[in-house]
């Protein structure tokens, strides 16, 4: 069997998750349409990429992403570092041939997004953007349903991504909150899981009307090189650094096909973890996603009995979308893992087949031209028109 050989650059929070897909995906989709073999990982610090690749199934390490990049024996190159290192390591690994997948928001903005998607058109490698989310099996059975017409025409779509780990003013100043490596907040965080739903879902989102708000304007300083989110609080003696991005936005949408709706996103929700939700009407029915509970897809159809209409909750499982790779009854269980692992199958078929993968650095830039019109239109106060947005975009 075909073994594709990958070079991870960053052994951090995403690192873990892909490195677990490359050795799980055969194990659930067999025969697998290639073996992710685990070559070279990448972090900035000898001992921060020796740890790595020993943890992480790695057979080697480097600190040199450059090198890796143009190693011939590399096919793929899995970016998984922080937001402002993607399009330097995505155009390089372009030029040098390698398929690329990258982890979200694909760029700083789409100005970038766009160097980054003319260079792998040019270079003719796949390319994928890693919003995994829409791999769990629940938010493909209400595709499907979309796609078959279940609920007909689609009305509205309401989206949010609600958490907290950065609701405490101690949780320290992540990387995710220095608009220079992270390129916007809870909007390229978080909010850009919730824009890639909505066209996955819905369809392309043509205006926004947006606000945004920045709750807690500085946070204590991290020491230490790796990343620990809202984990390790600090006490009030910490020097403080300032955070520059929005912690929260809100936007109306307008979709191509008329549709409308509203996407929302926050860091700052308490109680909320990982309250990744949509809410679909359609002329002949609804469905209703929470990703804390995502082997369920609620599901209300017009046309059911009078006396048995409401929403009912329908269990993923072998009858629905990836079932047959996943686990053999219904409800035992999807987790995060199972996500990355779907999406690796996924970008290894399109490899494999030569079909394009999805989402890709289209999808991406759209993202991320949809991102710059939300905060272009929250600092003008007004609607914005996404087709100027991404005319303006050199
Ligand atoms: P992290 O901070 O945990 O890990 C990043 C790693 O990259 C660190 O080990 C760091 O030392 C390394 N690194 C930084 N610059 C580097 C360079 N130039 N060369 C080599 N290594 C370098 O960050 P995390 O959480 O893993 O995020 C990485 C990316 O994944 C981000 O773009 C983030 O938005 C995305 N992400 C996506 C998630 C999803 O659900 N799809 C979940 C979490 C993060
Ligand atoms: C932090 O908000 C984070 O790790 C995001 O970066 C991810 O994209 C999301 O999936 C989980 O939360």
Redesign the pocket.
Known sequence: MKKLNVGM???????K?HALAYAGMPMFFWPAPAIPHRHTL????EE?AKD?ALKLGFENYS?D?RAVVNDPDIDIIDI????N??AE?AIAAAKAGKHIIS???LALGAAEAKTMLDAVKAAGVKHAV????RRTPAVALAKKYIEEGRIGKILSFRGTYLQDWSADPNSPL???FQKKI?GSGAL??IGT?VVDFARYLVGEITDVNAVTKTWIHERPVQTG???K?GTVKSGADVPKGAVDVDDEFITLVKFDNGAIGSIEATRNAWGRNNFLTFEIHGEKGSLYFNYERRDELQVCFADDPSDAKGFRTVYTGPATPYGEGLWPIPALGIG?GETKIIETYDFFKAIVEGTEASPNFNDGYRIEVIADGILESAEKGEWVSLEKTAASVK
């Open positions: 650059i960053g052994g951090g929070f995403m690192g998750a990448v972090d900035v610090k921060l790595a600190t992403w998984v570092t922080p937001n290192t993607h390591i982890e979200k928001p890693a919003f995994n989310y992540s990387w995710r992270a390229g965080d899981h090189g790796v990343d989110l995060y």
